[in-house]
């Protein structure tokens, strides 16, 4: 399980209730065996939100967690380095561009998961980035989008389903 595979791709980079609400009910519908993972997958899913409500405040503090627990994971030491350039910034464009490296190291971690409930879609927003495109995790299907929130909360398709195996 490598978590780092983006690590060459990494560049500089509304409410806190709402957002840890928001992250509990839709990271408990997804379930690993590795209890660390659940608390990454949970810390990644609230900063996913915060990303959606265009709160730069929020994101930083969710990356926070964010890091501190990917630090502690073998093999995800320079995803964290990433988590911290999202905590240390204020500007919610860099977040979310440094939040394309971050997903992409993160979606592999999961893809190699036990995943023991729920069902874990990897969105894709095509315009992310200048049109590069930026993928992302989500417990549900319903496209919200955390490279534009508001602007363009339903641009974006799920590319793939990770299940129980």
């Known amino acids: 399980m490598a978590c780092n595979s983006a690590e060459n791709k990494s560049t500089e980079l ?3 209730i709402n957002q840890d609400t928001a ?3 839709s990271a408990t ?3 690993f ?3 660390k993972l659940q608390t990454i997958y ?3 899913i609230g900063l996913k939100n915060a990303l959606v409500a265009s709160n730069a405040e929020s994101a930083k503090t969710a ?4 890091a501190t627990e990917l630090k502690t994971y073998s093999g995800c030491e320079n995803t964290a380095l990433t988590a911290q350039k999202i905590e240390k910034s204020a500007d919610i464009n860099l977040q979310r561009k440094e939040f394309t490296a971050l997903s992409t190291d993160v979606i592999s971690l999961f893809k190699h998961a036990e995943l023991t409930e729920g ?3 990897v969105q894709h927003c095509p315009m992310a980035n200048k049109g590069e495109g930026g993928d992302w995790l989500a417990s549900e299907k319903k496209i919200q989008n955390p490279y534009y929130g508001s602007e363009m909360m339903e641009c974006g398709a799920v590319l793939e389903e990770i299940k129980t195996k």
């Open 33 to 35: 065996k590795d209890s």
């Open 42 to 44: 949970g810390d990644y």
């Open 119 to 121: 069902t874990i879609y």
């Open 14 to 16: 509304k409410d806190t």
């Open 29 to 31: 519908q997804v379930k």
């Open 63 to 66: 990356a926070a967690k964010l």
């Open 23 to 25: 992250q509990n009910l």
